[in-house]
């Protein structure tokens, strides 16, 4: 009977393990078709049938980080693929020539510096605000709590008329501290009710030891509570991140140039006379990566935050 059991057990693992690749394989090939679709050629990206099987060029990215304009003769693009670079190579067979940077860059490190101040902001406000619920009695705190969690109830395109103009009285528009207040304004509600689950799960009694040794509130806080609560400060951290790097309304109405940050910058590559998928590809490849480390850095503490509190001792 157990060995019954324990092939029955063994199959029905092996089954799970094999539902569990279908659905990963399923999830990726979005991903594998973005990524794969930005190494392509111009002409096998829009190929009907779609093309699985191609020669790998690196030209999408290239014109992706550069200026172009098109070469009006013959004589003048015989000149330039005499002298080409070797990555300039692919983008004049498309009769066209580089002529500076793009603002691609400018608009990535936009999204960097937005997403990074605004969660350190967001994480840090939210700690401070769910250990003061956590800990001590506020009058109303359940008001208080559903207020803090109505901000994100509005969709953002409701509010972006009010804040573009509230924003244009300030003189905010079209800034870097704009945009990293905005975000932290959004993300501080789910920061505060996110940290208040897990610092409600961290007895009392540490702080309270900690007190009785000679601590400040304040000291008992930065050495018991925050080291305790860290796993959840990593996984907020994740999920702040993710929100402010993929946001797109506000970036898109809010700035114009200067703050522009890297999601409504990559739709805005068409090309010319038609859609080039092949770059706006490869911007959204690039645009995978920051990301994606963040959390894949982070991934152990992300694990551990999702399950926290699922089991009580």
Same mark, same amino acid.
């Given at each position: 009977?157990?060995?019954?059991?324990?092939?029955?057990? =063994?199959?029905?693992?092996?089954?799970?393990?094999?539902?569990?690749?279908?659905v990963t394989i399923v999830y990726l090939i979005p991903i594998y078709w973005v990524i794969s679709t930005s190494f392509k050629p111009? =002409?096998?990206?829009?190929?009907?049938?779609? =093309?699985?099987?191609?020669?790998?060029?690196?030209?999408?990215?290239?014109?992706?980080?550069?200026?172009?304009?098109?070469?009006?003769?013959?004589?003048?693009?015989?000149?330039?693929?005499?002298? *080409?670079?070797?990555?300039?190579?692919?983008?004049?067979?498309q009769g066209q020539k580089i002529i500076g940077i793009s603002p691609f860059p400018a608009r990535l490190l936009n999204s960097i510096i937005s997403a990074v101040f605004s969660t350190m902001l967001a994480v840090s406000l939210g700690t401070f605000t769910a250990y003061g619920f956590s800990r001590f009695k506020v009058k109303g705190e359940g008001d208080w709590l559903f207020?803090?969690?109505?901000?994100?109830?509005?969709?953002?395109?409701?509010?972006?008329?009010?804040?573009?103009?509230?924003?244009?009285?300030?003189?905010?528009?079209d800034s870097r501290l704009g945009l990293i207040l905005l975000y932290t304004t959004f993300n501080v509600s789910f920061a505060t009710w996110v940290m208040k689950g897990f610092i409600d799960e961290i007895p009392r009694e540490y702080e309270e *030891? *900690?007190?009785?040794?000679?601590?400040?509130?304040?000291?008992?806080?930065?050495?018991?509570?925050?080291?305790q609560a860290a796993t959840g400060i990593a996984s907020t951290a994740v999920f702040c991140f993710i929100f402010a790097w993929n946001e797109y309304v506000f970036a898109l109405i809010?700035?114009?140039?200067?703050?522009?940050? *890297?999601?409504?910058?990559?739709?805005?590559?068409?090309?010319?006379?038609?859609i080039d998928w092949g770059v706006i590809a490869a911007g959204a490849s690039i645009f995978l990566i920051p990301v994606a480390v963040f959390t894949f850095v982070l991934r152990k503490h992300l694990l551990r935050g999702v399950t926290f509190g699922a089991i009580r001792k």
């Open positions: 009977m157990p060995a019954v059991i324990s092939r029955k057990s =063994k199959i029905t693992h092996w089954i799970f393990m094999f539902l569990i690749l279908v111009f =002409k096998d990206v829009t190929a009907i049938p779609p =093309k699985v099987f191609f020669k790998p060029t690196i030209t999408n990215y290239v014109k992706l980080f550069t200026k172009r304009v098109q070469v009006r003769s013959e004589n003048e693009l015989k000149e330039l693929r005499r002298h *080409a670079k070797w990555y300039e190579k692919g983008v004049l067979k207020f803090i969690l109505s901000t994100r109830m509005l969709p953002p395109v409701v509010v972006t008329i009010p804040l573009f103009l509230m924003y244009r009285f300030f003189g905010l528009t *030891a *900690a007190l009785v040794d000679g601590y400040t509130r304040l000291e008992a806080f930065w050495k018991i509570v925050l080291p809010m700035t114009t140039r200067r703050a522009q940050t *890297a999601p409504p910058f990559i739709p805005s590559q068409l090309g010319i006379g038609m």
